[in-house]
């Protein structure tokens, strides 16, 4: 090909996965780098969204109790999950959607569940209740009643699929930022690290802290994006599958920065259920990912591995070893 041509931008805002999403590309073969992905965000929406009747994942829901034959890229999708929720304990775990149902989190007609409820549902919430068969490409959630949402690891995942994508293309300037996931493919067009900013839990607008980063994914979790209040309280989306409530531990936000997208993302959900003291416990006995943590007393903690990348810009902050 042409190694001398020009490179220019391309940049599309689109809706997908219940969210919105920004892709910046830079390249030769930029506008077709992006329609590409455009078309392959919109596929993996298709398989995997909870709330489309006609992707896998409903396949799968609507055939609890039995082994439902689904295509390879979701039963492995399912299978990291799986693998992802034995890492953390159980804090991240697909199987939460009854949970997630019964706090109106799918419709937005919301209600806080009374114990008896959560009590009835609890049993029914557990990635050891997934069987995997690759023989036969199939996938069983073990009992009627039972569903799963990957909405905590769909968009890491498309990320990767996405990342893939640009390689393969030759691209070697994007940044792709699919809602609070964000691949930083190669460096800025001069040649500098992207940077990303992490929010400010309390206030959208501002930010604690900017990574400098190349190709990693860096994604956010935290309370402040999806919930409801009722009687003075506050319930976000991000349920903690052992109680069935949202999850409540001393973290606002867990950002996890990793080479792949759908660990980031999925970590970073099973972080925030953790809490800080857990959450570093396996950053320590862990090899594949970094993380900023935003406490509920307004602490910033970054860990050691991603320090010198990290700009400190607000509040009071300090390292993990
Ligand atoms: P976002 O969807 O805002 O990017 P996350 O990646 O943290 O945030 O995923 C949260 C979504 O994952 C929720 O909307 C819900 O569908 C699902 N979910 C909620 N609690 C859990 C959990 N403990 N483990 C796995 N998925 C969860
Ligand atoms: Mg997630
Ligand atoms: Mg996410």
């Not at 979701?74 to 009854?98: E, H, K, W, Y």
């Amino acid at each position: 090909g042409c190694a001398s041509g020009e490179k220019k931008k391309a940049e599309a805002e689109l809706y997908a996965m219940d969210t919105v999403m920004d892709l910046t590309i830079y390249a030769t073969n930029a506008e077709e780098a992006l329609s590409a992905a455009q078309e392959e965000i919109y596929r993996l929406d298709g398989l995997l969204s909870y709330t489309r009747s006609d992707s896998q994942v409903s396949a799968i829901n609507r055939g609890a109790g039995g082994a439902v034959e689904v295509p390879v890229e979701v039963m492995d999708l399912v299978s990291t999950a799986v693998a992802i929720s034995q890492r953390t304990d159980g804090a991240f775990d697909i199987t939460v959607a009854p949970l997630v149902q019964a706090w109106g989190f799918y419709t937005g007609e919301y209600t806080v569940p009374d114990k008896e409820a959560l009590d009835e549902i609890l049993p029914l919430v557990g990635s050891g209740l997934i069987r995997l068969d690759p023989g036969a490409k199939t996938v069983e959630l073990e009992k009627t009643g039972m569903s799963i949402d990957l909405g905590g690891i769909a968009k890491g995942y498309a990320s990767d699929v996405l990342v893939e994508m640009m390689k393969d293309r030759g691209v070697s300037s994007a940044l792709l930022a699919l809602a609070g996931n964000i691949s930083a493919v190669g460096t800025k067009p001069g040649g500098d690290p992207w940077r990303v900013a992490v929010r400010d839990p309390r206030d959208g607008s501002a930010y604690v802290g900017i990574l400098s980063v190349s190709d990693l994914t860096v994604a956010t979790s935290g309370g402040y994006e999806r919930y409801f209040e009722s009687g003075g309280k506050r319930y976000h989306h991000i349920i903690d599958p052992k109680t069935g409530v949202p999850a409540d531990s001393d973290l606002t936000s867990v950002t996890v920065i990793s080479q792949s997208g759908t660990t980031a993302d999925a970590l970073s959900t099973g972080l925030f259920v953790m809490g800080m003291d857990k959450a570093l416990a396996l950053w320590r006995a862990s090899k594949d990912f970094e993380a900023v943590f935003v406490t509920q007393d307004d602490r910033v903690v970054v860990t050691e591995g991603i320090a010198d990348r990290f700009e400190f810009t607000g509040q009071s902050g300090g390292y993990a070893y």
